[in-house]
């Protein structure tokens, strides 16, 4: 019996090595049959540099004071404006997103005008925390007092196409609001901690998807879409928000605050790049890992401040990612000219 079975597995052996060949070539039909059923997967560690301020000051828009200056980094939305992710995007259909790590490096500080301290010994304290599926619309406030449409040769809109309508521009105080304010304090994951001008410090965060959902979303890399043109550090506001024209819009022109309901519900019939855009700052139900972190100052500085105290941050982001759905090569034409 015994030496049928070996029979058997020396005549199997044979086979699978005439067919498939060595260990290399093994490894070679298993990934060329993963990329025939688009469930090829590659990791990658990106590393994404920027820039962002917070501050906490409080504002009146509309008869309601709010405070303002809490700066919601959206993870989704630092990856679009990677030049690493547009190459990956360019290679295949889905992502998600492993591991995220925020380091904070203090770089500027703005002094109360007034404070008795201005001259001297000036500390901060920062509060950092983690939204997960982003932020709920009594967070966000949209002002607006009507569009606002670029001239096509204006530079006013940055980034952003010309002779359009915008909601938001420089020299206004319309935009889009995050209002979180003090309520940062509220959040399970709010971290403090005390910065001091010349002092070499940095807040360093990280954040892992947990639940089932979150570990198992997969992303559309052509789903990451860019909503505004400019982030006003001045008014802390995201500006410029495209929209397709201003009879689209009239329902909301020339009224002050629009918080009411859904912002993303509402900006959806006006503005292309709102509807199911992991990037834009509100929670979505369909988007179940949304990772935003808040930074923000504690306490508020009332809105008569001519100067509020301001925190300028450089950021390095480290977010870990997966792709999967590689895309083939395009074919490439020859022209052949005979004479």
Do not use: E, M
């Given at each position: 019996m015994a030496s049928w079975r070996s029979y058997y597995k020396r005549r199997y052996k044979r086979y699978y090595k005439k067919k498939y060949g060595s260990s290399y070539g093994k490894r070679s039909y298993g990934q060329m049959k993963a990329a025939k059923q688009q469930a090829d997967q590659a990791s990658f560690v990106m590393n994404i540099p920027t820039e962002i301020s917070c501050k906490c000051v409080q504002g009146t828009y509309g008869g309601r004071t709010v405070e303002v200056g809490t700066f919601p980094l959206n993870i989704y939305d630092l990856l679009r404006k990677s030049e690493f992710y547009q190459s990956y995007a360019n290679m295949y259909d889905e992502f998600k997103i492993d591991n995220i790590k925020v380091k904070l490096i203090p770089t500027k500080y703005n002094v109360t005008v007034g404070d008795t301290?201005?001259?001297?010994?000036?500390?901060?304290?920062?509060?950092?925390?983690?939204?997960?599926?982003?932020?709920?619309?009594?967070?966000?406030?949209?002002?607006?007092?009507?569009?606002?449409?670029?001239d096509p040769i204006s530079t006013a809109a940055p980034n952003g196409p010309k002779n359009r309508d915008y909601i938001g521009k420089s020299t206004d105080n319309d935009?889009?609001?995050c209002i979180v304010g003090t309520d940062i304090t509220t959040y399970s994951s709010a971290e403090s901690r005390q910065v001091s001008i010349g002092q070499n410090c940095s807040i360093v965060r990280w954040l892992k998807p947990k639940t089932l959902a979150e570990k198992s979303q997969w992303l559309s890399t052509a789903q990451l879409k860019s909503w505004y043109n400019q982030y006003s550090n001045a008014d802390?506001?995201?500006?410029?928000?495209?929209?397709?024209?201003?009879?689209?819009?009239?329902?909301?022109?020339?009224?002050?605050?629009l918080n009411d309901r859904s912002i993303a519900t509402m900006l959806n019939n006006i503005s292309p790049a709102i509807s199911n855009n992991p990037c834009f700052l509100e929670e979505d139900p369909t988007i179940n890992f949304k990772p935003t972190l808040l930074v923000g100052l504690y306490p508020a500085d009332i809105e008569t401040t001519s100067n509020p105290r301001t925190v300028y941050f450089n950021v390095e982001a480290e977010v870990s990612c997966t792709f999967r759905g590689l895309r083939k090569s395009k074919v490439v034409s020859i022209l052949i000219i005979i004479n």
């Open positions: 301290n201005s001259t001297g010994y000036q500390s901060f304290t920062v509060y950092t925390a983690w939204d997960r599926t982003g932020l709920n619309s009594k967070q966000l406030i949209l002002n607006t007092n009507g569009v606002y449409n670029d935009g889009l609001y802390a506001a995201f500006k410029y928000i495209p929209t397709f024209d201003s009879s689209s819009i009239d329902q909301i022109t020339h009224s002050t605050v």
